[in-house]
């Protein structure tokens, strides 16, 4: 993320019981033009926040709805606790910042910032891990069409699989697509060049 949000508009849910921190919380919450539900009780799965915050202290394991997967959206912990426990369950709910208690009005935008900065790290990485878990799926594709070029044309493994990749490049296709059409025989196998 290079450039810091602009919340305003957005709109985020605070699970924690209502006391002076909640109220400075959501002060400045709508300061920075943010619509804000308070509430108690566990986070249904359906239309989910643009943001979550909440309480790390009180928390439980069923408080929201994504327990062992990537959360849904940003989420902020709030924290007045050092138990590791408490912080490890913070973690463990995908919270990307924290924000102590008792709120400083300061420390809010920062711990939003980062909550979101780290929310869409995680969306990349995560889409990035399954794109090559892909790939790798598909390897035994490109062995078989290596094997197939290396049999027609009866060069050594490496030639095969350079001219399977060079011709994947010309025609500006995963090397993978390219060998499930061969193997398929909706592809003519490329010339040795």
Same mark, same amino acid.
């Given at each position: 993320?290079?450039?810091? =949000?602009?919340?305003?508009?957005?709109?985020?849910? +605070?699970?924690?019981?209502?006391?002076?921190?909640?109220?400075?919380?959501?002060?400045?919450?709508?300061?920075?033009?943010?619509?804000?539900?308070?509430?108690? !009780?566990?986070?249904?799965?359906?239309?989910?926040?643009?943001? +979550?915050?909440?309480?790390?202290?009180?928390?439980?394991?069923?408080?929201? =709805?994504?327990?062992?997967?990537?959360?849904?959206?940003? +989420?902020?912990?709030?924290?007045?606790?050092?138990?590791?426990?408490?912080?490890?369950?913070?973690?463990?709910?995908?919270?990307?910042?924290?924000?102590?208690?008792?709120?400083?009005?300061? !420390?809010?935008?920062?711990?939003?910032?980062?909550?979101?900065?780290? #929310?869409?790290?995680?969306?990349?990485?995560?889409?990035?891990?399954?794109?090559?878990?892909?790939?790798?799926?598909?390897?035994?594709?490109?062995?078989?069409? +290596?094997?197939?070029?290396? #049999?027609?044309?009866?060069?050594?493994?490496?030639?095969?699989?350079?001219?399977?990749?060079?011709? !994947?490049?010309?025609?500006?296709? =995963?090397?993978?697509?390219?060998?499930?059409?061969?193997?398929?025989?909706?592809?003519?196998?490329?010339?040795?060049?």
């Amino acid at each position: 993320m290079r450039e810091t =949000p602009n919340f305003t508009g957005w709109d985020a849910t +605070v699970i924690h019981r209502e006391d002076s921190n909640t109220e400075r919380l959501i002060r400045q919450l709508r300061l920075l033009g943010v619509r804000v539900t308070l509430q108690w !009780a566990p986070l249904g799965s359906g239309a989910l926040p643009d943001l +979550v915050i909440v309480d790390a202290d009180h928390g439980w394991d069923d408080l929201l =709805p994504w327990r062992d997967a990537q959360p849904g959206c940003p +989420v902020v912990a709030l924290l007045g606790s050092e138990a590791p426990g408490r912080i490890a369950w913070a973690l463990e709910q995908g919270a990307g910042a924290i924000i102590a208690k008792p709120i400083a009005a300061s !420390a809010v935008y920062p711990a939003l910032v980062m909550a979101v900065a780290i #929310h869409q790290e995680r969306k990349t990485v995560a889409e990035r891990v399954k794109f090559l878990e892909e790939r790798v799926r598909l390897r035994p594709l490109v062995h078989a069409a +290596v094997e197939k070029l290396m #049999h027609v044309h009866g060069v050594s493994e490496e030639r095969a699989y350079t001219i399977l990749r060079d011709c !994947a490049m010309r025609r500006r296709l =995963p090397m993978e697509q390219l060998a499930a059409f061969i193997i398929g025989g909706a592809e003519p196998l490329p010339e040795v060049g």
